[in-house]
């Protein structure tokens, strides 16, 4: 499930119903248990077609929707232009192999994480781009044993987190108020008709003042 792939499912990407109600529960949640306010400048990472910073950036200054999959960008792009929205930028980056001097008071990065293998990397580098009391939100699935995406899938670096050793990592990198819940379950169909849920966790944290 490399960037090809995620290309070529930009097109039909909010076609599917469980993706778009996912993105809503995480919307939702980081709404519920976070302080968004309009003068926050936000970064999403691994911004997709956008399914849930365009449902925060109302409450924001500003969303820097980053993203290395030039197709779902174009997506994003086109939901812009159609809605006249004018204080989301689309950006092609691999925050793992360049940087961006900028520091933002809300970092988020939903369903993104288990695609990255270089995780302990990439967490680093979203706390040295918070703003001091800035804050740093996760939303993955729990550790599961590799059925969420099969034995199919390439670009899958970790089958989940277990989010009690990912708030370790932030505390360690000087987060504080680290506390995660569960905020949706993904009901899947396997190919024998087995129903199984995959639950999804919020992990928030912020960076001293
Ligand atoms: C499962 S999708 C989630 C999209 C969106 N966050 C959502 O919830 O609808 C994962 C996204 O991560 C992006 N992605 C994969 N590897 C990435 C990387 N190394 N850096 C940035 N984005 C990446 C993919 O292109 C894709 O848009």
Same mark, same amino acid.
């Given at each position: 499930?490399?960037?090809?792939?995620?290309?070529?499912?930009?097109?039909?990407?909010?076609?599917?119903?469980?993706?778009?109600?996912?993105?809503?529960?995480?919307?939702?949640?980081?709404?519920?248990?976070?302080?968004?306010?309009?003068?926050?400048?936000?970064?999403?990472?691994?911004?997709?077609?956008?399914?849930?910073?365009?449902?925060?950036?109302?409450?924001?200054?500003?969303?820097?929707?980053?993203?290395?999959?030039?197709?779902?960008?174009?997506?994003?792009?086109?939901?812009?232009?159609?809605?006249?929205?004018?204080?989301?930028?689309?950006?092609?980056?691999?925050?793992?192999?360049?940087?961006?001097?900028?520091? #933002?008071?809300?970092?988020?990065? %939903?369903? @993104? +994480?288990?695609?990255?293998?270089?995780?302990?990397?990439?967490? $680093? /580098?979203?706390?040295?781009?918070?703003?001091?009391?800035?804050?740093?939100?996760?939303?993955?699935?729990?550790?599961?044993?590799?059925?969420?995406?099969?034995?199919?899938?390439?670009?899958?670096?970790?089958?989940? #987190?277990?989010?009690?050793?990912? %708030?370790? @990592? +932030?505390?360690?990198?000087?987060?504080?108020?680290?506390?995660? $819940? /569960?905020?949706?379950?993904?009901?899947?169909?396997?190919?024998?008709?087995?129903?199984?849920?995959?639950?999804?966790?919020?992990?928030?944290?912020?960076?001293?003042?």
């Amino acid at each position: 499930m490399g960037g090809k792939h995620f290309d070529t499912a930009a097109a039909d990407w909010d076609q599917k119903q469980r993706r778009v109600e996912l993105a809503a529960a995480i919307a939702a949640a980081i709404k519920d248990n976070l302080p968004l306010n309009g003068e926050m400048t936000a970064l999403e990472y691994g911004c997709g077609t956008g399914l849930v910073g365009l449902a925060l950036a109302p409450q924001l200054k500003s969303l820097t929707a980053v993203d290395t999959s030039e197709g779902m960008l174009a997506v994003l792009a086109r939901k812009l232009a159609e809605k006249a929205i004018t204080n989301v930028k689309p950006l092609n980056l691999d925050l793992v192999r360049s940087s961006l001097p900028e520091k #933002f008071d809300l970092i988020f990065c %939903a369903m @993104t +994480l288990h695609h990255i293998q270089e995780k302990d990397q990439l967490l $680093t /580098t979203f706390c040295e781009m918070l703003r001091a009391g800035g804050i740093l939100a996760l939303a993955d699935l729990y550790e599961e044993d590799g059925s969420f995406h099969g034995p199919e899938a390439d670009g899958v670096s970790h089958h989940g #987190f277990n989010p009690e050793n990912l %708030a370790e @990592t +932030l505390k360690i990198r000087g987060l504080i108020q680290v506390h995660s $819940t /569960t905020i949706h379950s993904i009901v899947k169909t396997s190919g024998s008709g087995e129903q199984r849920s995959y639950p999804v966790f919020l992990l928030s944290g912020r960076k001293k003042k």
